[in-house]
């Protein structure tokens, strides 16, 4: 029985792994989903959360607007305004997922 060196047990687990990276993108795509989409959006709110919400679903539903069906995607959203008092909170929210065209 041959001992396993760690040398060449480091080589086999890069191999493997190199293996598993080269395949993912090719599995993500199988299913249609390789179009780019993104969209900006701004919302406004009473309550940080509210306007945070509002931006970022008004952003979703402008990529759902061009896209069949889109993966969740990610989200930038950030605050624009905020009143004085606190009343207005108004964010912006850009929105990128990937959707089938």
């Not at 930038?76 to 305004?81: E, G, L, Q, V």
């Amino acid at each position: 029985m041959q001992k396993v060196t760690w040398p060449r047990r480091l080589g086999l687990v890069s191999a493997v792994v190199a293996v598993g990276l080269a395949t993912s993108p090719v599995a993500a795509h199988a299913d249609g989903y390789d179009t780019p989409r993104n969209a900006t959006a701004m919302g406004a709110g009473n309550t940080a959360a509210a306007g945070y919400a509002a931006a970022e679903q008004r952003a979703r539903q402008a990529v759902l607007a061009v896209g069949h069906d889109c993966t969740p995607g990610s989200y930038n959203t950030y605050p624009t305004f905020i009143s004085p008092g606190g009343g207005t909170w108004v964010y912006r929210s850009i929105h990128e997922a990937i959707c089938v065209d």
